[in-house]
């Protein structure tokens, strides 16, 4: 079928290319027009537009506009393009919306009978080969309407293992998509799936991070009253070879899984990850999911260390030390120990 | 090659069943006579044994023999079974052993020229199918000698996707066995491996748990000084279909796992998991691996988040609660309220 | 001064005891009229009102509203009051609003030129002796012109020893109130620290639980492989006296404080604070703290565990706790260990 | 009575000090000759030993010999002074032993009828003044004997206001010292009292960085795909006083403390810390309450926490950082963005 993709950054393109290689239409518009005409020579898009008015007037109505545009950028974009649809026409926010906006935008185009469609996306830049995994919110009928886009986006049920008894179930769940419910339930769930991701990162960093210091017995260390010394150093002395056992990780054990797998192949090319500073970024998921959670009065000690491991990789709490260290000091006297941390 | 295996439970007899499969010849001891006698009718072991000794007659020098039996029992199993050794022989503990205890009773085993080999086995039940992760420590010449019981055990390369630039390496970590470094290596990496199986499947938890509750808005509840209200009751009126949900996620998605797929599975069987209480074991390694990162000084707030959830499952805050309830009487003659968690 | 209060409550009605024995004239509104004479007769108000608008009616212009009443309640008490009061009165929410409604009320307030003060006040049902102490948001001339009010329900500097220095700096904040910056100041201030008691809190229970648990070495525990047994347990057979040991730690150690003082008389009650059942409510400002910190990219791991430990004590972890169980079936065909929690 | 004292540092010369005000007579050694001179130029020893055989022999039978040294050297000390010591003596550890420790040198010196005692001691450098929090392990009649000393080193039960009712319950607990159990029982709770400290330290700092960063919807920021913008920077806009705040809330509130007391005069004489870098030091005591707390299975969220806070400001988590940031550049082409904090 025919479908208007409004941002076409990286994920945006690729999703446009799979969509193309099964047969659908592509109208594309992108801010900048030379950019347009890349990807319209790539094979990215199978028609360009040079404004969103222009790709409004080359879609056939009940058209489906699918944006794929920053979260702090949608809004700017509807209200550009609303006044150029026509009742009955569908909007699909394919980005990283909170749900919150979800819902209020639902709202506002409705009493233009203008339908809304949230859809949290995973798969990052490798959804081309591997499919999208599609968590869809909205109106039921529109949702199977733009059944053939998103079974075309998702992976199908060859990317995995049948779970045995689903065969009785049906559904499009194992197809790498499903409808979640009404608007809103999209971004939710896919809010929920980037919160798990951040913990589950996270479970694995601090788990790799304890073999990396696995030789920790091996570095000299002076006996002072500041410092707890090492009382067992016999028993950190393996010098562990990371990149061999994210491999090795890989098969057969418990943890498998895709981050796994990259983190596997990361290493390899780089077994120190010394092109990485560690400063890393958050993107809004993961705190609207700790907010979700405090609303419903749902614990979530794992999901929330995981985010605040990202403040603090950011030098975020560098107040709240300085803090710590003045107590020290006026209780003890401390003095702050300039340590430089033993290469490991 | 030949290998005397004790302790045969659910996961030792898969095991040898495996190595049976691919030629290998298992002689077997387990307490019970009975059991022997069940094993070696239903092809588990290629030999029963009647005792530890009848075992180490029965193998020929150098022998091998493996230990799977619960970590509380090695050393017991060890003073029984050492006299009756020959110097060049090798002890394998397969188990979930402390790698503390591997590093003393190396030691201890090296004055009397008997080997030991620490092998961290990750698998579970699935095994026997899917193969075994298998993270060892242990001399080098030792572990090569038993290069052919490891191989058979592992999954092989073709369980999962070649990791690119992989095959320029070699090295069997991508079969899924490894040797990790000297005693306590292969426990070690196990023992860290179970520390991040623990945080993966809390974040799974948690995660699942926030959309548990996505319908939180529609109970009622009513005002008072003492709890707060869910001020925003319209955000959270979603019933999500979560057996659904977990399959969806295990096809592109970002967290796509095999815990994913086993959750995804004991979902679809039991959707709200009614079949279960909630009182989470643990079984030493998750303890560890904290012990571990605070000997190193590592931070691992997601790692001890998971433990001590699993403690609190098992309602050991109890009284760490009744203090902060006390505390709330005394400064704001707070009474506690008994609150009936709603439906959900 | 004179000063009207609506909400007399416990706390509201020490409040107004306090404000009075210095002087001031206080005219009360609550629901009940019997509970209006009740006050009248006990001295807690000067004067009595029938209804809000009777209230206003009783003070003299320019008016000062206090107002004492459940976070939920004083959007509609404001709705009610608000065309009663003219141009220049004052009203002031003493309770624990959130601080982004103190940012709404003031701009909608003053488009009528009337003016808003949010005080966060902290002191329990202790402050009429104790003082009480307060954290301000608003207009500067505003503020002063309620300094009688503040200075007289603020503890004084006599309080507490005072800080070196202090004396050359002068200011409020060593009387025990601040005006701590515009409308939403005194409410976020006071949010911040309930979100720091919370904290503190947990930290003296997890702290206590640990001693609780001191003898937990005398249980006996049977070997078995889904529970790790106390490998050590010769460290753990203290029998300690934690009414003795709360009561230590409030001279002379770094630990002493207002909130340890409580607890030492809580114990001293009831050594078991059996008559408590741990299940533990949370007012509001602790969740917004934790998403203020979120919004500021702030980490807060101390502060956030704490109130998921409050969740947790209300069994909100009870699904994620299925889920858990569930997946360790799934992999190892573990059971649930009915683990009865030995008496401690 | 008379007690040696071996170690003479900032704190143990001034519990010497505080001894000989009230009549006791020290005898001193210290490493330093000259260093014994200034002790007993100060005052703050009755009379110097030039070794600590020396000691032994200045002091009469039953000597009671008092160590206050970095807990690494303790048994150095004991293994040069044991031989010099007679059946019936006393050796007392004052410093922050591990108790582990206390229940095997205690056993060791019982062998030779020579008595061991625990004394976990609270108070910093403010105890000359303030007296010294003791809790203490051993036996029974050994401690008794000893309770001149532990008298006169404790603060006195004026230091506090008096629990009401603990005048009908008695014991030494309000006077500010305890004998807590047998050997080992005082330095596990002065262990549990640091681990207290650690989280109540890290609570207050972080609840004061949040204060610190009330200001963030003040600074500009750019939207772009990697980070969240700030979604209300109208409800960041304070520039909130933290020296005054925390001088505030030493009276009338919740969350008065010493601990608040010595932040207040920290931020008196230096607003925003600049005199600090936040690189916390840590010295054992914590460290070992996570592991009591595990081995009990008591969950301890919030003293984990505070510690790996401190790990974290020492960049302990600089690996786990990278490998965060290099899954994210694998499965979303994420780069780092080179953040700069913005000035708060």
Not at 104 to 119: C, E, F, G, P, T
Not at 328 to 333: L, T, V
């Amino acid at each position: 079928m025919q479908l208007g993709i409004v941002g076409l950054g990286r994920m945006g393109a690729f999703m446009a290319q799979r969509l193309i290689r099964k047969g659908h239409t592509i109208v594309g518009y992108v801010r900048h027009a030379e950019r347009v005409q890349a990807l319209l020579k790539e094979g990215s898009i199978t028609e360009g537009a040079t404004s969103l008015p222009d790709l409004v007037q080359k879609l056939s109505t009940p058209r489906a506009v699918w944006l794929m545009v920053p979260a702090a950028s949608v809004d700017a974009t509807l209200e550009t393009i609303l006044p150029h649809l026509a009742p009955g026409d569908i909007v699909i926010d394919g980005g990283n919306s909170y749900y919150h906006d979800d819902i209020r935008r639902a709202a506002a185009l409705k009493s233009k009978n203008i339908h809304y469609v949230d859809v949290g996306t995973s798969g990052g830049v490798w959804g081309l080969e591997r499919g999208y995994c599609l968590m869809i919110g909205g109106e039921k009928e529109v949702v199977q309407h733009l059944d053939p886009i998103f079974s075309t986006l998702a992976p199908g049920v060859d990317a995995a293992v049948r779970t045995p008894g689903r065969e009785q179930i049906g559904g499009t769940a194992e197809q790498g998509y499903l409808h979640c419910g009404p608007n809103g339930a999209g971004h939710f769930v896919k809010m929920v799936h980037n919160g798990i991701e951040y913990g589950v990162m996270a479970a694995y960093a601090e788990g790799l991070n304890i073999l990396h210091h696995a030789n920790a017995g091996k570095h000299q260390q002076e006996i002072d009253a500041e410092t707890a010394p090492l009382s067992n150093p016999e028993y950190y002395q393996y010098d562990l070879n990371l990149p061999d056992i994210a491999e090795l990780w890989r098969r057969g054990s418990v943890i498998g899984s895709w981050l796994l797998d990259l983190t596997a192949h990361a290493m390899l090319k780089n077994p120190d990850l010394g092109n990485f500073q560690g400063r890393v970024s958050d993107s809004g998921e993961g705190r609207w999911t700790i907010a979700a959670a405090i609303d419903e009065s749902v614990p979530v000690p794992v999901l929330s260390s995981a985010l605040f491991e990202r403040f603090s990789s950011r030098d975020k709490d560098e107040f709240a030390n300085r803090v710590m260290s003045a107590m020290r000091f006026e209780f003890g006297g401390h003095l702050e120990k300039d340590e430089t941390p033993p290469p490991a």
